[in-house]
């Protein structure tokens, strides 16, 4: 079955850089492109980014681009999202998720990145 | 930016209709997927292209969209219904994944 496991998160100063992973497993990952999700307290699910199957596109939301990286290595079966300059309001749960034809039909349980200011 | 309105909440009756829109611009044009996702859990996937259930989703679960509303209707509603639900779109102009700001569903 699909499995899809982040990590990486936790509690990080403002200003300061986070590196999330998301472990993929039960497909095969170097066919599908992936998301990054995120949802703040108490808040809706914000998208932050996605990547193709290949890694060769990649579209950001407007609230990270510039400070926020996506990135894939399809020999590990492994998702990444560098984060630099951190902010409070970065605050949140961070999904990994499997895209299908622009919708997502996968999601992991999420890990949690605590900006302190 | 394209936005997706949903309203905050929505309050049934067990056994009746609950019905959750989701407004944008020409989002008849689009396809609209769903969410449902309860307290401390991950989404999962209600409804895909506009109307399409996931195996696994009850039949009771069904969508439509034309003009600037898409629709959620959950019929013969169950108090294990009770979560958030999300309505999701693919911004084809600028390359954005787009979610509505979520509606939070009571089974009274």
């Known amino acids: 079955q699909v499995q899809l496991v982040e990590s990486g998160g936790g509690v990080v100063q403002s200003g300061r850089s986070l590196r999330l992973s998301c472990a993929a497993s039960g497909f095969t990952f170097s066919n599908f492109a992936m998301h990054w999700v995120r949802q703040a307290p108490g808040k809706g699910l914000e998208w932050v980014a996605v990547i193709s199957y290949d890694g060769s596109h990649k579209y950001y939301a407007d609230s990270v681009k510039g400070r926020f990286t996506i990135s894939r290595d399809n020999s590990k079966n492994t998702l990444f999202l560098q984060m630099n300059s951190l902010r409070p309001e970065d605050t949140a749960v961070y999904y990994c998720a499997r895209d299908r034809q622009l919708l997502i039909d996968y999601w992991g349980q999420g890990t949690l990145v605590t900006v302190s200011s | 930016s394209y936005v997706l309105t949903q309203p905050p909440s929505v309050s049934v009756a067990p056994g009746k209709t609950a019905s959750i829109t989701c407004g944008g611009n020409n989002i008849g044009n689009k396809s609209v997927h769903w969410y449902q996702q309860k307290p401390g859990q991950a989404p999962i996937l209600v409804i895909y292209?506009?109307?399409d259930r996931p195996s696994g989703i009850p039949e009771r679960f069904s969508g439509s969209n034309s003009g600037n509303t898409a629709t959620l209707t959950i019929s013969r509603v169950e108090a294990g219904d009770e979560a958030d639900y999300y309505c999701?779109?693919?911004?084809?102009?600028?390359?954005?994944?787009?979610f509505g700001s979520g509606t939070t569903v009571t089974v009274l």
């Open positions: 999701q779109v693919w911004t084809g102009t600028s390359d954005h994944c787009v």
């Open positions: 292209y506009d109307s």
